[in-house]
């Protein structure tokens, strides 16, 4: 069965970056695109960017233009999204999900990032 | 402020059906290129996938639940409500002006 296992949560200073993890099992990693997501306490969904895992080509939603970066393992299935220069506001949690059909059909079980002083 | 608008909470007595609206615009619902999905979050959970591509169920997804789209506009439509459907709901879409995926505010089902 699909799934992604996503690394734990983190707590970061402000200014400072953070990488979070996403393991894929069940499928052909290569064959389909990640995108990452993240949603804040008691808020809604926020899409930040998407990556093609066979490839690695990636496309970001402006506000994190300059910020994120999403790259991939193929050899261990996993992707990575690296968020920098974090702020307060950054404190949610982000979730990796399986682009498939002009869906997002799988998700991680959500990495919680803490950015705090 | 989310691109698509969605009700901020809709209520029904089990049994009983109820639609969520989810409202766009022309670069978004209204592009005929971009499909709407569907998402439910129970508390405390990762979103789940329930309709894509506008009106198509994933396996396991029961057909108590369906989705429509209509010019700008995006309805999902549950029936037969269970407690267990108490959560909240997300639309979604592709925005080609914004070249990016968006998603509505999310609606939260209480099951009276």
């Known amino acids: 069965q699909v799934q992604l296992v996503q690394s734990g949560a983190e707590v970061k200073k402000p200014g400072a970056s953070v990488k979070v993890s996403c393991k894929a099992s069940g499928y052909t990693f290569s064959t389909y695109e990640i995108n990452w997501v993240r949603q804040a306490t008691g808020q809604g969904l926020e899409w930040m960017g998407w990556?093609?895992?066979?490839?690695?080509?990636?496309g970001y939603a402006q506000k994190f233009q300059g910020r994120v970066t999403m790259t991939r393992d193929i050899s261990i299935s996993t992707a990575y999204m690296e968020l920098s220069s974090l702020r307060s506001e950054d404190t949610a949690v982000y979730y990796c999900a399986r682009a498939s059909n002009h869906a997002r059909d799988y998700w991680g079980q959500g990495t919680l990032v803490t950015v705090s002083s | 402020q989310s691109v698509l608008t969605q009700p901020p909470s809709v209520s029904a007595a089990p049994g009983q059906k109820v639609t969520i609206s989810c409202s766009g615009s022309?670069?978004?619902?209204?592009?005929?290129?971009?499909?709407v999905s569907w998402y439910q979050q129970l508390p405390g959970t990762a979103p789940k996938l329930l309709i894509y591509?506008?009106?198509k169920r994933p396996s396991g997804i029961p057909d108590r639940f369906s989705g429509s789209k209509s010019g700008t506009s995006a309805t999902l439509g549950i029936t037969g409500l269970q407690t267990g459907d108490e959560a909240d709901y997300y639309c979604?879409?592709?925005?080609?002006?914004?070249?990016?995926?968006?998603f509505g505010g999310g609606t939260k089902l209480t099951v009276l």
């Open positions: 022309s670069s978004n619902i209204g592009n005929g290129n971009n499909y």
């Open positions: 591509e506008n009106n």
């Open positions: 979604g879409t592709w925005d080609s002006s914004l070249r990016a995926v968006v």
């Open positions: 990556m093609k895992a066979n490839s690695g080509k990636t």
